[in-house]
T-cell receptor, first 113, second 109 residues
Framework: DSGVTQTPKHLITATGQRVTLRCSPR?????VYWYQQSLDQGLQFLIQ???????AKGNILERFSAQQFPDLHSELNLSSLELGDSALYFC????????????FGNGTRLTVT | KNEVEQSPQNLTAQEGEFITINCSYS?????LHWLQQHPGGGIVSLFM???GKKKHGRLIATINIQEKHSSLHITASHPRDSAVYIC???????????FGKGTKLSVKP
């Protein structure tokens, strides 16, 4: 058990809808990372927060947004969903802002129909 | 362009064999991660290294900074080692990782 909790495990929704994915980091970890894993693109980094502040941004679409709350949990909001957004979304956490070991959640499988 | 290449893409081994998975990257990095993804989808971080060699049980990871190359070795492989192994690198001090496409390992009993 990595100590990172992601909810929900599965999400099925329709195109055009909006969903929120939630991540609780491992106790003591200040960084939260979001990753997308699709069949054609593999794993891609979306965004990182460290202690409540955005730290790094990757290939995150404008329709997607994220935030980290004072209790350090994070939410990834996906809006105007398209079929191509169907993927596994992983959250990971680490103690520090950069070169620290990562602890991954079990992922949220999003299916857009 | 920052790239990460893994080889082989697929690997089938017999139980007990010694396994090597390779990872090459294009420019200097600050850290390299080896990840394991099981068929159920969950990801486990195996190693993070920036130089030298690390060992955990039957797994060994090495990195050669000059050659921009890392290897993951599995000794005495077992069917439960069957998974996708992913190399990921961090360039500079930013938090983002660039991922390889993964190596799918199947160990037959």
């Amino acid at each position: 058990d990595s100590g990172v909790t992601q909810t929900p495990k599965h999400l099925i929704t329709a195109t055009g809808q909006r969903v929120t994915l939630r991540c609780s980091p491992r106790s003591g970890d200040l960084s939260v990372y979001w990753y997308q894993q699709s069949l054609d693109q593999g794993l891609q980094f979306l965004i990182q927060y460290y202690n409540g502040e955005e730290r790094a941004k990757g290939n995150i679409l404008e329709r997607f947004s994220a935030q980290q709350f004072p209790d350090l949990h994070s939410e990834l909001n996906l809006s105007s969903l398209e079929l191509g957004d169907s993927a596994l979304y992983f959250c990971a956490s680490s103690v520090g802002p950069s070169n620290s070991p990562l602890h991954f959640g079990n992922g949220t499988r999003l299916t857009v129909t | 362009k920052n790239e990460v290449e893994q080889s082989p893409q697929n690997l089938t081994a017999q139980e007990g064999e010694f396994i090597t998975i390779n990872c090459s990257y294009s420019v200097g990095i600050s850290a390299l991660h080896w990840l394991q993804q099981h068929p159920g989808g969950g990801i486990v971080s195996l190693f993070m290294l920036s130089s030298g060699k690390k060992k955990h049980g039957r797994l060994i990871a090495t990195i050669n900074i000059q050659e921009k190359h890392s290897s993951l070795h599995i000794t005495a492989s077992h069917p439960r080692d069957s998974a996708v192994y992913i190399c990921a690198v961090r360039f500079g001090s930013q938090g983002n990782l660039i991922f390889g496409k993964g190596t799918k390992l199947s160990v037959k009993p």
